[in-house]
Structure formats: structure tokens, C-alpha cells
């Protein structure tokens, strides 16, 4: 298993390789088009994703694997992956989408199936939560890396990076 440090670097390294993308991607793209043509938008992306696979081959090891398994202890292995977790965060983001999507655009936002959407998607969070949080495997979110005030203020920035790029993205 990756150390929690190393982990936490890749995750760093995730989102500002994100954030970068979706602060500059649009303009970015936008000049591109307006000056070359779409198509570069798409073909610049090759030399790209070819640099970024050569990199990671080089810099990116793969971790060390205990082989203290034997071929038929399949069983422990797939006791390690949180099968719920993954389902539950699913299943959640999933009615959240249907309920975010149907609100406001097919049906308004006082609509018992938007209210219900969003309540369930909100209980199946809770849940997932509560799985993370007893789950002997390992878990898809270890909530000790939603502690202290790093990722608070973090989650908060994201929140209010996200609803100032879709009101300004709706409001044209």
C-alpha cells in the first residue's frame, strides 16, 4: 500500500494539475479556436498526454507490493476493496446529478422529485460516510485527510470556485 505521504502528494499534485485546467482551460481553448481553428484544441492535446505519459513513466514508481499472498488467497484480496464506499459515493453523486440536472431546467426546485433527489442523495452521503469511517478495508476517502483546517478551507475555496464559474456560465 502507498504511504499517506506519498498519497497525499499525488492528490496535491491532482488537483493543481485540476485546478490549473479549469482556471485556464476555457480561455485557453477559447484563443485557440479563435485564432487556429477548434480542431487544435484537440490536437495539441497529443504532444500533450504523449509528454505527461513519458514523464510519469519516469518519475511515477510503482510502490512495492507485499507477496506475502498465494495465488488462491483471492479472498483477501478483494477484502481490501471497499465495495460498499464505492457504491454508496456512486449512488450518491449519481441522484445528486439527477436532482441538480432537474432542477431549475425540467422541473422547478420545489418539485418533490428534486427535494427527494437531493435529500436521498444527502442520506446516502451520510451512509457513505459511516462506512468510511468502520470500513476494515481501505477505504475510498480516509476521513483522516478531511481533517484540520487544510482541507476545510480547501473543500470551501472548491465550493466557491465551482458556484462563482456556473453562475457566471449561466448568468450569459
Same mark, same amino acid.
Given at each position: 500500500?502507498?504511504?499517506?505521504?506519498?498519497?497525499?502528494?499525488?492528490?496535491? !499534485? +491532482?488537483?493543481?494539475?485540476?485546478?490549473?485546467?479549469?482556471? *485556464?482551460?476555457?480561455?485557453?481553448?477559447?484563443?485557440?479556436?479563435?485564432?487556429?481553428? #477548434?480542431? #487544435? *484544441?484537440?490536437?495539441?492535446?497529443?504532444?500533450? $498526454?504523449?509528454?505527461?505519459?513519458?514523464?510519469?513513466?519516469?518519475?511515477?514508481? =510503482?510502490?512495492?507490493?507485499?507477496? =506475502?499472498?498465494?495465488? =488462491?488467497?483471492?479472498?483477501?484480496?478483494?477484502?481490501?476493496?471497499?465495495?460498499?464506499?464505492?457504491?454508496?459515493?456512486?449512488?450518491?453523486? @449519481?441522484?445528486?446529478?439527477?436532482?441538480? $440536472?432537474?432542477?431549475?431546467?425540467?422541473?422547478? #426546485?420545489? $418539485?418533490? #422529485?428534486?427535494?427527494? @433527489?437531493?435529500?436521498? %442523495?444527502?442520506?446516502?452521503?451520510?451512509?457513505?460516510?459511516?462506512?468510511?469511517?468502520?470500513? $476494515?478495508? !481501505?477505504?475510498?476517502?480516509?476521513?483522516?485527510?478531511?481533517?484540520?483546517?487544510?482541507?476545510? @478551507?480547501?473543500?470551501?475555496?472548491?465550493? *466557491?470556485?465551482?458556484?462563482?464559474?456556473? %453562475?457566471?456560465?449561466?448568468? +450569459?
Amino acid at each position: 500500500m502507498i504511504p499517506f505521504e506519498k498519497r497525499g502528494m499525488y492528490q496535491a !499534485a +491532482q488537483n493543481g494539475c485540476y485546478g490549473i485546467g479549469s482556471i *485556464c482551460g476555457a480561455s485557453l481553448g477559447g484563443i485557440i479556436a479563435e485564432t487556429v481553428g #477548434w480542431q #487544435w *484544441c484537440f490536437l495539441l492535446q497529443i504532444p500533450l $498526454s504523449l509528454f505527461a505519459l513519458v514523464v510519469g513513466a519516469l518519475v511515477i514508481k =510503482d510502490p512495492e507490493i507485499e507477496d =506475502d499472498l498465494e495465488d =488462491d488467497d483471492k479472498g483477501s484480496i478483494l477484502s481490501r476493496i471497499d465495495f460498499l464506499g464505492a457504491f454508496l459515493l456512486v449512488l450518491a453523486l @449519481s441522484i445528486q446529478l439527477v436532482g441538480l $440536472s432537474l432542477g431549475g431546467n425540467e422541473l422547478p #426546485w420545489s $418539485s418533490a #422529485w428534486v427535494i427527494l @433527489s437531493l435529500v436521498g %442523495s444527502f442520506m446516502l452521503l451520510v451512509a457513505f460516510f459511516t462506512v468510511e469511517a468502520r470500513t $476494515s478495508a !481501505a477505504p475510498i476517502v480516509p476521513l483522516c485527510m478531511l481533517r484540520g483546517k487544510l482541507p476545510v @478551507s480547501t473543500q470551501i475555496a472548491n465550493v *466557491c470556485v465551482g458556484m462563482a464559474a456556473y %453562475s457566471v456560465s449561466r448568468s +450569459q
